[in-house]
């Protein structure tokens, strides 16, 4: 790892894990959140898009038998390793058999709406594409996206592109979609999980019965909608069983048990 390499980590290990509900990661808050010793569990790795340089957390999985790779994206005021969603999921989806990367995203400004975010997609796209030729370079040939809030419209105009041929699936977690994003959802030919919180944001649940309605209206592939009973936004205590549906779901639409090329 070269001097540059390891103060951009050294940085990024500093201001990642949020002790409770998003925040923004800025440098005012570089020794804020931090576990004992400020550890990260996983290898932090550098990855470039062109000219852009960007970090990630991978995490592989102790099962000798591997199910593929799955590449995370945080949503606004969160980061690759939040105790919100990302680092329940990019671990615990690693102990279910998946090789993980979890992506850091270009930072959002305080109080940013979801427009402003979703402008991003061309860097966001340019980042998540090199994620999985980076996976494939590992020789893992079945992949999945999970993307959270409103990183996931931009994870669904990715996948209903040309995705390349080892994406075989595409979770949102508590993603809202306005009507063009929800278009892009019928177009999506990929298997889809849509899961959310009972008492989540207001633009997720109330956007839900039109999620169906474009999914069931367009050329959608599978398409899955579920509910988390009794969550609340972030779904702190009850990561298990988001986790848990997660899991359960892409062993049933993707190819299993092992996706790595021989």
């Not at 939040?82 to 329940?88: A, F, H, I, W």
């Amino acid at each position: 790892m070269n001097r540059n390499l390891l103060t951009y980590a050294a940085f990024f290990l500093l201001a990642l894990p949020a002790t409770g509900p998003a925040e923004p990661v800025t440098s005012d808050r570089i020794a804020a959140g931090l576990p004992p010793g400020g550890q990260i569990r996983g290898e932090i790795i550098e990855l470039d898009a062109g000219a852009d340089r960007f970090i990630a957390i991978f995490q592989p999985t102790g099962l000798e038998n591997r199910r593929g790779g799955i590449v995370l994206l945080h949503d606004q005021g969160t980061s690759a390793n939040s105790l919100e969603v990302m680092r329940p999921l990019r671990l615990g989806l690693a102990d279910a058999g998946w090789d993980t990367l979890s992506l850091q995203l270009p930072q959002a400004h305080p109080g940013e709406a979801g427009a402003a975010w979703r402008s991003r997609q061309a860097p966001i796209k340019a980042r998540l594409q090199s994620a999985l030729n980076w996976l494939r370079q590992r020789e893992l040939l079945t992949q999945a996206i999970v993307a959270l809030g409103d990183s996931g419209a931009i994870a669904l105009q990715f996948a209903s592109a040309k995705p390349p041929r080892e994406l075989k699936a595409v979770v949102l977690v508590s993603t809202p979609l306005e009507a063009d994003a929800a278009e892009v959802l019928g177009r999506t030919r990929l298997p889809v999980l849509d899961v959310y919180a009972e008492r989540d944001r207001a633009a997720v649940v109330e956007t839900a019965p039109d999620r169906r309605r474009a999914a069931a209206e367009g050329e959608a592939g599978k398409y899955t909608q579920r509910t988390i009973s009794g969550a609340r936004p972030g779904f702190f205590g009850l990561e298990d069983s988001l986790l848990s549906g997660i899991r359960s779901w892409l062993a049933a639409n993707t190819r299993a048990p092992s996706a790595t090329a021989r």
